[in-house]
């Protein structure tokens, strides 16, 4: 593997993400986990592969971004469970209602809509 | 076939904190219309697969290309459109059916409007937005 590493969110990763709040990059994490579902339910499983890949992408964006132990023992743990969601047996048997209701959290405290 | 962006070179956007984000080049608002082929060259060079894109209902405009739905929502709020008309969508070039368009962004979660998810709650809001992917975009 190379030292240099490859985003997709190349503008994001440049510094972009670091300035947003917790919530605001938790609220844009939780936008590729929903599409990693919606395509999911459509039994296309490369596309939410590339979803979940973007969500666990922006997550370690994430914890590079945050000093604060409670905070990163958060970000921390979300990217475990969603590898174990996706990727794994699901041995913390969360589920998509779970997932969704814990990132909309984060888009409503966003918008303030 | 020549495409022809008004490029929105730099876009000062307000953040929480007070500073003000100079954010990249690559945001379109479509003044022609786009081809297939010509998306999936832009997903290439972002995310493979989709391409981010804001469509505005009121004024019948779509923004595309950016990494954050937010970016293009700031984009078309400083060109006069108003919040409450705009919509997060992904499209996806690759895909040939219905598929190919994605209801789904934080910027739709907006309960004052009624609309509590990630989608486009209402039918109605959706075949709007259809029909106006379907002007831009040559498929």
Redesign the interface.
């Known amino acids: 593997m190379g030292k240099t590493m490859s985003f ?5 990763a440049s510094g ?1 993400w670091a ?3 917790l919530c ?1 990059q938790m ?2 994490i ?2 590729e986990v ?2 990693a579902f ?1 395509w999911r339910k ?1 039994n ?1 499983d490369d ?1 939410s592969k ?1 979803a979940i890949n ?1 969500a666990l992408e922006l997550l370690d964006l994430t914890v590079d971004s945050q000093s604060r132990y409670s905070r990163l023992k958060e970000c921390l743990r979300v990217k475990e469970c969603l590898i174990d969601y996706f990727y794994g047996d699901n041995v913390f048997s969360s589920s998509e209602i779970l997932w969704r209701k814990y990132f ?1 959290a984060f ?2 405290a ?2 303030k ?1 | 076939m020549a495409m022809v962006f008004r490029i929105q070179e730099k876009v000062k956007i307000p953040c929480y904190t007070g500073i003000i984000i100079i954010l990249g080049k690559t945001m379109k608002i479509l003044d022609s219309i786009i081809t297939i082929d010509e998306l999936k060259e832009i997903a290439n060079n972002t995310f493979g697969s989709l391409i981010k894109a804001v469509v505005d209902v009121e004024k019948k405009l779509i923004a595309i290309d950016a990494e954050l739905h937010s970016d293009l929502e700031a984009l078309l709020i400083e060109n006069n459109s108003e919040q409450k008309n705009l919509w997060g969508i992904n499209l996806y070039p690759d895909i040939e059916d219905e598929d190919f368009l994605e209801f789904d962004s934080m910027i739709n979660i907006r309960p004052s409007q009624g609309n509590k998810s990630r989608g486009v709650d209402s039918p109605e809001i959706q075949k709007e937005i259809l029909d106006i992917v379907n002007k831009w975009v040559k498929r």
């Open positions: 997709q969110h190349k503008e994001l972009r300035q947003m709040s605001e609220a844009n939780g936008s929903s599409r919606n459509k296309k596309l590339e973007r909309d888009v409503y966003t918008r809509a």
